[in-house]
């Protein structure tokens, strides 16, 4: 059902969009003026950019299946919103969905947050804010991939600019991951050094960040794992226990999103094959002192 809502949306929005929109080497569009929650005046100058391509059949079997388990995706077409660097990039780590209610553009979003391959971004001018009197953007700290866009909190004569690029995004098809992750040899996790070293490191070395979901609630427990590897190395993992088993639903999430970025050992130690494998940890989730 929801992949039928995705095509259906695809192809309303593909019959929507107009061709390329105005790219970097065009006359640029004036600033906006808006106000952040306090009434603080902010500036925003917004690049139409059309053209843009993201090729995700290249991703890791273990991306493509957080992004859409055993489904393949047909062609998307959305909106995402980017920042551009002061050095004149766009900035793939702060997005935000064209609109914030469109499932699609929040999806094709994922993707891109995945590490696809994505071709057409045009490169801009680079901006001195200097010139304008205002600290560079830069200064600022953003939460991870989105920023909170604000006036000045010192009430600068000149308020805070930031540039966007609104882009018109193609997907390419991306096929299933044939994966099953109930078969597969269970093995001791030291037959894996480098996974090994890293549990032992902490879940901030594998992607596992405390959920801020659990963090504001108070949440602790004990999660047991299970991770599979896939034929190209790359781990499948998920939350097969948790101790109290009410707080959970707090920390699954977390479990799918391990060792994304990373490969797995090609070879047992006892010299056979890695791929196929399963292993398990636990992760004790302690509130942050």
């Known amino acids: 059902m929801i992949l039928l809502r995705l095509m259906l949306a695809a192809l309303v929005l593909a019959r929507g969009l107009s061709p390329a929109c105005a790219n970097a080497g065009e006359i640029s569009p004036p600033f906006e003026m808006h106000e952040d929650l306090l009434h603080r005046p902010y500036r925003t100058q917004t690049f139409d950019v059309g053209g843009v391509t993201v090729d995700g059949a290249k991703l890791s079997i273990a991306r493509r299946y957080f992004i859409a388990r055993s489904t393949t995706l047909p062609a998307l077409d959305a909106v995402l919103t980017c920042e551009i660097t002061d050095q004149g990039q766009v900035d793939l780590r702060i997005c935000e969905p064209g609109q914030a209610t469109n499932t699609l553009n929040a999806f094709v979003l994922r993707i891109v947050r995945s590490g696809a391959i994505v071709t057409g971004l045009p490169t801009f001018p680079t901006l001195d804010r200097r010139i304008e009197g205002s600290l560079p953007v830069a200064s600022e700290q953003p ?147």
């Open 143 to 289: 939460r991870p991939y989105i920023r909170d866009y604000a006036g000045s909190p010192t009430g600068d004569a000149t308020p805070p600019a930031y540039r966007l690029a609104r882009l018109a995004v193609h997907t390419e098809a991306i096929p299933a991951p044939q994966v099953d992750l109930e078969t597969g040899r269970l093995v001791e996790l030291g037959q894996l050094p480098a996974i090994a070293s890293a549990v032992r490191a902490g879940p901030d070395r594998v992607g596992g960040d405390y959920p801020p979901r659990a963090l504001r609630a108070d949440k602790t427990g004990r999660q047991t794992i299970e991770c599979q590897i896939q034929t190209d190395r790359s781990i499948i993992c998920r939350g097969i226990a948790f101790d109290p088993s009410e707080n959970a639903g707090f920390f699954t999430p977390v479990s799918e999103r391990l060792f994304q970025r990373v490969l797995a050992d090609e070879r047992l130690t006892d010299g056979s094959s890695a791929v196929g494998v399963r292993f398990r940890f636990a992760i004790n989730w302690q509130l942050p002192r």
